[in-house]
Nanobody
Framework: VQLQASGGGLVQAGDSLRLSCTAS????????MGWFRQAPGKEREFVAA????????YYADSVKGRFTISRDNAKNMVYLQMNSLAPEDTGVYYC??????????????????WGQGTQVTVSS
């Protein structure tokens, strides 16, 4: 089971980035996928999640209206489109996969597998 996150970088406030998460075929059959982020000195926090059907999406209040999560099951990919980026969005972004049905999408312990993370830095 492998997850590979990519697409991070250094951008200015107001810019956009799209993160990608490549999942192995076995991972993509999991219940749901999510993006979390971790700023220096802080705990990993929920950003967005998507169910298997892709019709159900969930967002942290801090990113609603700016970020969009999507998935392409045929390609075993999950994406996070990030618009209107702000300095407080800076952090390492991780994609995760949930296997357990009924697990809560917004908590770290609900995720069984994690990618290695990709750095997003937003300058003011």
């Amino acid at each position: 089971v492998q997850l590979q996150a990519s697409g991070g970088g250094l951008v200015q406030a107001g810019d956009s980035l799209r993160l990608s998460c490549t999942a192995s075929k076995r991972t993509s059959s999991n219940n749901g996928m999510g993006w979390f982020r971790q700023a220096p000195g802080k705990e990993r926090e929920f950003v967005a999640a998507v169910g298997w059907s892709a019709s159900r999406t969930y967002y942290a209040d801090s990113v609603k209206g700016r970020f969009t999560i999507s998935r392409d099951n045929a390609k075993n990919m999950v994406y996070l489109q990030m618009n209107s980026l702000a300095p407080e969005d800076t952090g390492v972004y991780y994609c995760g996969a949930r296997q357990r049905s009924g697990s809560y999408y917004a908590t770290v312990p609900s995720y069984d597998y994690w990618g290695q993370g990709t750095q997003v830095t937003v300058s003011s």
